[in-house]
């Protein structure tokens, strides 16, 4: 870790305060701050126009089932300070909501459209939650760990059988 | 109320449609020839990669990196590949690293010419497409001595590449950049670039400021048409990028204002030049004999830990996010494209042009479905 | 007025009429006979021009193109014909079945009409109207009327969009195209097109082309109104493959679908041979026309496609060097610069007679 990234460590420690419950050196030049949900909107807002901080860039964002909760990580970047940080809020598995970073990155509509799509997470204050890439019916989320793959969709059968008629489930997987 | 007035027209554009962006749909809201709005309806192409990805070993998801994006194969396999090994902390041969790069750049030339055509295409001139697929031909035949295969290259393996070069491969590579870059794109711009039809369709056509780009988090060709010289190879160093010496094209307002559609299409033509210069830097500066591949067992495992890495593909920025649990599959893999991000504009961009200026617009931006789907 | 109708009359009715022939089939025959041969041979060009382009583009695009069928592919086009005939006349339920059938015999039949005045070199020409300039230009409007057509009728917002942007292109760019031959008209102060040609000489500065520098612009001008009214590239907005999927075409398909393709082929044709005839001389080996000999008449037929052909290779040969021009900046290059250039152009070659009497400007070199 070089001396710089223990600078930006602590200005983020400092700028961002009781919101960032920790503040780590991850990997490849980034920096992984975990935030409570609740401040999140804040501590994006911080980190994009604070002094000195300027992550104003949105490169990624996503969302992940940890498998006793759910989260949804932004990765920014800096071109001043040309750090990397990542930004994750742990979300409730029950109802999974989060508020939209619409009004501080334009780009993230579709993504957090994907997000929501792909795990459920809702974002508040979103202009046109609905579903991306899968049909508008679809049901369930599937990127969940728990996703139980449908039987049947518009009426076709989803199963394949094997040689002697027995179903294969699509949730095993051959390897 | 009057007793006339006019009705907007509610066209359907797409899934087929021949263009060859792939499956894309757009619903347009016009009011005769100009547009009120663009909606686009992805999700013809979603296969679930990311899904997939939880379920198979590390090393056997490459191939499906290659379906990402299958006309720059070889950029997502590389941008994997990196990802995984800097979780693992595993090295990589330094003949490998220069074999890495020369399949990336010939594949960003492979990928741009598509690219361009493509738009050149939709713009209604069918011959510098055929052209240029013409010398994507001999990139597909280089690629095919290096891998064995034409489209999917699937060379990249974590910690090297999967076999080394054959015989013949580099004076062929050498004279293919000879070929391009001092005979083939003199021709190519003399006779469909500088053509002042292709201006007046182009310039001042899509503008995009470069605080929209980044706003709507545009990388890659798109950004830098608008003038940002951003170029991850440069500016956010991976693999041995650094040791080459290459300019980065930047969108002037050539023929038009900064950030217009031919803005973006010229950075991608002088990108293939670019191209040209590092490959033969790396093949001149390649180790004659050396490993290719670090040994490794086939169904290793990564430590537990979180990741982030992004190259620079011919579309734009590629990202893996890459959540690992410490076992012998990933536990999450995120892949970000750079036409997903392109995508996202393009209902901005499109209030007020005309259909024929969003064909031209949608060219520019280089998208393909795969990308956008995954 | 001399007319190959009238004279196939005349023929026939020494040979025929006192055996019985009633004098109504002779008539009709006498008409008949003519209008067949040329759209044959119309036909049969259209044909040729499709298998040239299909050679001529693969040549541009470093292809073959077809060499399978017959020697170095020439039975492409008839075997093209053939299968177009035979498949499956696919009317959609819901257009309106009326206009769907008839607008693509409007569009031929509009397109070939032409024909019936060009002067294919000494005395094959069907008929030598002494309204042949203005017949040509009437008649070929009547392709808006089958464009829209088609267009309406599909019931289909495409090719309604397609339709429209035909005829709103065709109807501008007619008036380019009518003033650059009005201009020629005061040149010869006649429309009969065999005047127009044995007005001209056999040698180049004896054609209208180089008669002023004004009738040169307005030989350019002409040529690329024309290629505005085929809808070929650089303006086939209206059926722009990649943008509109074929435009007002879209719902044919079998030998109605043949037809529009066999109308735009043929109108190439027949433009480059109008603009061979008023501008070039088409035919003219300094002889008369009707009284030369059979071998004189075939050359002056040969002189005609030697210059005529040329015109429809560029044809091709524009439309797959440039993209093409989006339907806002067509229409402002036609009122915005070709309008007023061959006003411009009219007024000036007025001038240009009145100054300097009848002569052209080589000519007059030449005489020297």
Redesign the interface.
Known sequence: MTVQQTDIIKAIKDRLGAAAQSVEE???N?I?VVVEKDSLVQAMHTLKTGEGLRF?????Q?G??YRDSLAV?Y?L?S?TL?Q?V?VKAFLDREQPEVHSLENL???????ERETYD?LGIRFAGHNNLKR????EDWSGF??RKDYVYPESYGGIETGRTDLLDNPISAGK?H? | MSKYSTQEMVLNMGPHHPSTHGVLRFILQTDGEMMVKATPDIGFLHRGIEKIAERVPWQAFMPYTDRIDYLASLNCNLGYALAVERLAGISVPEKAEYLRVIGAELTRIGSHFIGAGAMLLDLGAVTPFVHALRERETFNDLIEMLCGARLTHNYVRIGGVSQDLPAGFKEKCLGFVDHLEYEFLDEFNDMISYNTILINRLANVGVISAEEAEDYTLTGPNLRGSGVAFDLRRDDSYSIYDRFDFDVPVGSGKFGVLGDSYDRYWVRIEEIVQSCRVIRQALKQMPESGEVRTKLPKLFTVPAGEIYVRTEAPRGELGYYIISDGGKNPFRVKIRTGSFSAMTIIEHLSQGVMVADLVAIIGSLDVVAPEIDR | MYSAANQIYIFLHDKLAGHGVPESAIIIASYAIPCAIVLGIISGIAGMLTYLERKISADIQNRVGPNRVGPFGLLQFPVDGIKLLLKEDIIPDAVDKKLFKLAPYLVFTSTVLASMVIPFGGSFIVADLNIGLIFIIVVSSLLVVGFLMSGWASNNKWALLGGIRSAAQIISYEIPTALSLLTIILITGTFSMQEIVMAQGPWPWQWFIFHNPFTFITFFIFFISSLAEMNRTPFDFPEAESELVSGYNVEYSGMRFALFFAAEFSSIFITASLATAVFLGGGNIGMHPYESGLGWQLLMVGVFFAKAVPLCLVTIWVRWTLPRLRIDQMMSMCWKYFIPISFVCLVMTAVWMLALGGDGMLWRMAQR
């Open positions: 991850m990997k490849n980034d992984m104003t860039t949105l490169m990624n996503l992940a089932d990580i990765n970047y071109p040309r990397k990542t990155f334009r780009g993230i509509n579709w993504y792909m991306l890439l899968l049909p599937p990127l997987s390897v």
